[in-house]
């Protein structure tokens, strides 16, 4: 995962998903929006590694910034 890379995500894990799901047309459950990634940071705990990546989504003129553990 780069910085300025295209994602996408479910609405129903960003702000007001109901609300972009609606103006949108489209059930909660299946409506998407896309993102960009802001910040991918990677660490090791131990034997274990993490990575976390924060991410701008934009729905019906509102922004989003997500944290997102993978």
Same mark, same amino acid.
């Given at each position: 995962?780069? +910085? +300025? !890379?295209? /994602?996408?995500?479910? /609405?129903?894990?960003?702000? !007001? =998903?109901? @609300?972009? =799901?609606?103006? !949108?047309?489209?059930? @909660?459950?299946?409506?998407?929006?896309?993102? +960009? %990634?802001?910040? /991918? *940071?990677?660490? #090791?705990?131990?034997?274990?590694? !993490? @990575?976390?990546? *924060? /991410?701008?989504?934009?729905?019906?003129? #509102? @922004?989003? %910034? #997500? *944290? %997102?553990?993978?």
């Amino acid at each position: 995962m780069l +910085v +300025v !890379s295209r /994602v996408h995500a479910g /609405v129903m894990h960003i702000r !007001s =998903a109901l @609300t972009c =799901a609606l103006l !949108s047309g489209r059930r @909660t459950d299946q409506a998407m929006n896309n993102g +960009v %990634v802001l910040e /991918v *940071t990677r660490s #090791k705990i131990g034997d274990r590694a !993490s @990575t976390i990546i *924060t /991410v701008r989504f934009e729905c019906i003129g #509102k @922004t989003a %910034v #997500k *944290t %997102v553990g993978l």
